[in-house]
């Protein structure tokens, strides 16, 4: 099979796989929501948004690091894959240890704080998780981890239906999430086994080249930490946990809707990599452009109908509760069309090996959005920090986008683009209609997809993608 059918099909099997999870990740969303209210969900809120802290600085990079290194010519691909697993085991533990004695000098409520010692787990077991993905990006059988990813979300659907049932705390609620990770780590192991040897082991010089190539990603990850959740974590200490509450679950929808350029981007990465590696720089144009008419089509209508739909869709995602929860929703999504920009050129900077060209680029951006954040946030609240999210997006993808283009020199086609947009505007026009007459929002969302769909194909988009 060629390797563009394989993309294809690794693509589509991504994309069903993600779609069944992001539906059970929704009906966990609109189970704990309903469960706990605004402000039991702003305390969930405030305990993954402190994780995440740890969790991004322990990746240091490593999940992109691991698929590049084993996709270049002649890798030893147990023996790199080893190394870095057995350094992640190390650094994460490390991390998610030190995280529960941090949150003690926090103004965190009892509960939150315990929270945070038992969901710890589950980001150290999700990050193991993603060590192993590059195995499977390399090969190009990216089924293995969605049906992990499905299983475990399964687990976590069991456990979040059991405590919203039986009317438990948040601690449960919390230990589902675990529960979940701990089978995705399980199973991701197993099916690893299929293609390599797992084994711990610690290769000196695999950890060195490792290091040096993650050292400019881990740095970046960290400016790259401040500006996309300071926002919720200085949110999180000055505003009470019914904002926190509703400002997370706009944020939730967010990183639902995120998931697609960032899987997209995990299976052409290795393609991209060896590309550039070969010096076939017409071949990794090529995939540049295709990537960036994909991303359009998929986050030009999401913005269009979000803007259009956004109380409707918070309501029936969260409950009525979560009504208010549109307003920075609809900024949110002017900031996903950025962020979804700033995933593409981001993850090109790796494949054209800018990591440290780049380190500046974050390090501003952070500077710039933790200022916004602390000035603005206190005196705002979860408005302010929408729009801080928006400018620090923008500035991101404007600049890297800059520096991809400059050292590609592609030259983008914006065919797709402007077809999109037309396609857009139609979809839109057709939901205000159904929206004027009642109709129930999930059937106006579905009827925006078909008309979305024709109006891309008599535009004759898939002619791009042939």
């Known amino acids: ?45 405030k305990v993954i948004t402190f994780l995440s802290f740890f969790g991004i600085v322990a990746d240091l990079g490593l999940t992109l ?79 293995y981890p969605m049906i992990a990813e499905i299983a475990g979300r399964v687990v976590l659907l069991g456990v979040t239906i059991y405590a919203a049932w039986s009317g438990r705390n948040l601690l449960w609620f919390l230990g589902a999430v675990v529960a979940g990770n701990i089978v995705n780590f399980f199973v991701v192991q197993q099916f690893a086994r299929r293609f390599i040897v797992l084994r711990l082991a610690w290769d000196a010089t695999v950890i060195r080249e490792m290091w040096k190539r993650s050292v400019p990603i881990a740095i970046s990850i960290v400016f790259n930490l401040i500006y996309l959740k300071a ?12 904002d926190v509450g509703l400002y997370g679950a706009a944020y939730r929808v967010i990183d639902i809707l995120m998931m697609v350029p960032v899987m997209l981007m995990g299976v052409v990465l290795p393609i991209a990599s060896g590309a550039w590696s ?19 089509l998929y986050a030009v209508p999401i ?17 009525a509760q979560f009504s208010g929860a549109s307003a ?12 979804t920009m700033s995933t593409l050129f981001g993850h090109f900077i790796v494949v054209l090996q800018k990591q440290r060209s780049v380190v500046w680029v974050y390090g501003s951006d952070a500077a710039l959005s933790l200022a916004a954040y602390l000035i603005l946030i206190p005196m705002f609240g979860m408005v302010a920090a929408a729009w801080s999210t928006v400018a620090s997006e923008l500035y991101a993808a404007i600049i890297l986008g800059a520096i991809v283009i400059r050292t590609t020199q592609i030259r983008f086609n914006f065919s797709v683009v402007w077809r999109a947009l037309v396609s857009t505007s139609v979809m ?17 969302v579905a009827c925006g997809v078909v008309v979305y769909g024709v109006a891309l194909f008599l535009l004759r988009v898939h002619r791009f993608f042939l």
């Not at 929270?115 to 993905?133: R, Y």
């Open 1 to 45: 099979m060629s390797t563009t059918r394989l993309v294809a099909k690794n693509t589509a099997i991504q994309i069903i796989g993600k779609g069944v999870s992001t539906a059970l990740g929704v009906a966990v969303i609109a189970l704990v929501t309903r469960a706990l209210l605004p402000a039991g969900f702003g305390q969930y809120t």
């Open 65 to 143: 690091i691991t698929a590049q290194m084993i996709s270049e010519h002649d890798a030893d691909e147990a023996r790199v894959v080893s190394s870095i697993l057995s350094f992640r085991i190390v650094t994460a533990f490390a991390l998610f240890a030190a995280a529960p004695a941090v949150a003690i000098f926090t103004p965190y409520a009892t509960i939150v704080k315990w929270g945070i010692a038992l969901a710890a787990w589950s980001f150290f077991f999700v990050s193991l998780s993603q060590t192993l993905v590059g195995i499977f990006q390399k090969h190009l059988v990216m089924q």
């Open 231 to 242: 926002d919720m974590l200085i949110l999180s200490f000055v505003r009470p946990d019914v």
């Open 278 to 296: 070969n010096l076939d720089v017409e071949r990794t144009r090529r995939v540049l452009q295709k990537i960036f008419d994909a991303f359009i």
């Open 303 to 319: 913005v269009g109908g979000g803007l259009t739909l956004a109380a409707p869709v918070m309501t029936l995602a969260a409950g």
């Open 328 to 339: 920075p929703l609809r900024i949110l999504l002017i900031a996903f069309f950025c962020a």
């Open 428 to 444: 839109v026009g057709a939901v205000l209609v159904l929206a004027s007459l009642d109709i129930p929002v999930v059937a106006s």
